[in-house]
Every structure is written in structure tokens, then in C-alpha cells.
């Protein structure tokens, strides 16, 4: 089989078929799973880079391998996957298409640009990478279930808010905005946000 299976990309994997599961449910009419998939997928990228780093003899193309699967994840997890639950919570005017569609255009753009920088640096440092240019696609993990945690407070407007959510996301994909990756106490925030969002939406739905 062609491919590496080794332990650096198992969460990888999850994450993906989470998201793609996620869709599944989606067009059930089963949003609140699927945004869980999403939140679920969104922890999965949140370890996937640390797991990866233990594995200290890890060849170039190994490496490279790695860089390439976790960005085309990536758009999957959080580019097709929050415009499929747009669709199916009713965002379906033709601008709201336009906007989400744009969304996970610009989360291809900027994952491609990032894996063009990243083996750049790669090639010039061994040292992590302390800052991103522009927010990461990864973020819509944790924007749309936040959203979700009003969706009754806003009641018909939420699919108009959920579109202007992704337009405000997808413009900080793109926007050269220098943003500092998270420490450990950041990821353990996020985290922290990230369950007591899924506590929420499961609650109040």
C-alpha cells in the first residue's frame, strides 16, 4: 500500500473520518453531531503536530508526507465541512452559497501557501514554528460550535449569522495577520472552550 501508516498520522486519519462523518450527518438533518464531528476533528489537528514530533527519526519525505496530509485533511475538516452544515441549517440564498463557498476557497489558499512556507522553513531551521501568517483554517473548529451555542438566541437569524461568521473567517485565512501559535496553556483553553462548547449545544439544542 502506498502511503506511510505509522503511529504520526493516526490522528490525522480520525480527524478526517470524523469530519467526513460529519457531513453524513449533515445532510441527515443530524447538525448538533456534526458539529461535534467538527469540534472532535478540531482536537484531533490539535495533537496530531505533537504526536508527530515523538517520532524523532522520521525521514524528509516522511516529514513532507506529513505536511501534505494534514493540509488536505484540513480542508475537508474545516473548509467542506462547514459549508455543508451552512447548507443544511438553511443558509441556501445564492450569496450565502457564494460566501461559504469563497470560505473554503480561501482555506485552500492558505493551506497550500502554508505548506509551500513550511518546507521552506523546514529546509533553513529545525526550530518549531513560533508564529502563522494569517488565523489557521482550524479555527472554524472552534468559531461554529461558539456560534452554535447561541443558535436559539437567534433563532431565524442564525443562518444568516452562521454566513457571516465563515465570510469574517474566511477574510482572517487570507488577511496577513501575524498570529502566535498557541502554547500549552492556549491548547489547554481552546480545549477547555471546546468541551464546555459540546456540553452547551448538547444541552440547549
Known amino acids: 500500500m502506498i502511503g506511510y501508516y505509522n503511529y504520526t498520522v493516526w490522528l490525522t486519519f480520525i480527524g478526517m473520518l470524523s469530519s467526513v462523518t460529519g457531513m453524513g450527518l449533515a445532510i441527515q438533518g443530524k447538525i448538533i453531531p456534526a458539529v461535534i464531528c467538527l469540534m472532535f476533528s478540531g482536537f484531533c489537528d490539535m495533537f496530531d503536530g505533537i504526536v508527530a514530533r515523538t517520532k524523532k527519526d522520521r525521514t524528509d519525505e516522511e516529514k ?4 501534505q496530509l494534514d493540509s488536505l485533511s484540513d480542508i475537508v475538516c474545516f473548509g467542506v465541512l462547514p459549508f455543508v452544515i451552512g447548507v443544511c441549517i ?5 450569496w450565502q452559497i457564494a460566501i461559504m463557498a469563497l470560505f473554503a476557497l480561501a482555506g485552500l489558499i492558505r493551506l497550500a501557501y502554508f505548506n509551500v512556507t ?3 522553513r523546514q529546509k533553513q531551521t ?16 472552534l468559531t461554529v460550535p461558539l456560534l452554535f451555542c447561541f443558535r436559539g438566541l437567534l433563532d431565524g437569524a442564525f443562518p444568516i449569522a452562521y454566513t457571516l461568521l465563515l465570510l469574517v473567517n474566511g477574510m482572517l485565512f487570507v488577511v496577513p495577520l501575524q498570529v502566535k501559535k498557541p502554547s500549552k496553556t492556549g491548547l489547554a483553553v481552546m480545549l477547555v472552550i471546546g468541551i464546555v462548547c459540546t456540553a452547551l449545544i448538547i444541552i440547549f439544542k
Open 90 to 94: 438553511g443558509a441556501r440564498e445564492w
Open 64 to 67: 513532507r508526507f506529513g505536511i
Open 118 to 120: 513550511e518546507e521552506t
Open 126 to 141: 529545525n526550530e518549531k514554528r513560533k508564529h502563522y501568517l494569517g488565523v489557521p483554517i482550524t479555527s472554524s473548529a
